[in-house]
Nanobody
Framework: QVQLVESGGGLVQAGGSLRLSCAAS????????MGWFRQAPGKEREFAAS????????IYADSVKGRFTISRDNAKNTVYLQMNSLNPEDTAVYYC????????????????WGKGTLVTVSS
């Protein structure tokens, strides 16, 4: 079965950086666009970033543009999210997602979800 396993979350001070990883198995990784969503306490899940199957195209939410970078390694079946200049508003559970469309910016484009990894940014 398909598994998306996130790692790399944790506690970081404002202004710091973290890199999230998502290891995929049970699917042909290079056939899926990949992405990251996040859900802050008491809020709905929101799109953060996605990357095309080949990795040549990326899309970001305005809230993370210029601070976060999504990348993928198809040889390792892994997608990454480099997060810089973190602030307390970035505190959330971050979810890895896989979709069959060329790219996605909403949950409607997602076929598979990971279980999430918690990122906490202290002020």
């Amino acid at each position: 079965q398909v598994q998306l396993v996130e790692s790399g979350g944790g506690l970081v001070q404002a202004g710091g950086s973290l890199r999230l990883s998502c290891a995929a198995s049970g699917l042909t990784f290079s056939s899926y666009a990949m992405g990251w969503f996040r859900q802050a306490p008491g809020k709905e899940r929101e799109f953060a970033a996605s990357i095309s199957r080949s990795g040549t195209s990326t899309i970001y939410a305005d809230s993370v543009k210029g601070r976060f970078t999504i990348s993928r390694d198809n040889a390792k079946n892994t997608v990454y999210l480099q997060m810089n200049s973190l602030n307390p508003e970035d505190t959330a559970v971050y979810y890895c997602a896989a979709g069959t469309l060329l790219y996605f910016t909403s949950a409607r484009g997602v076929a598979y979800w990971g279980k999430g990894t918690l990122v906490t940014v202290s002020s």
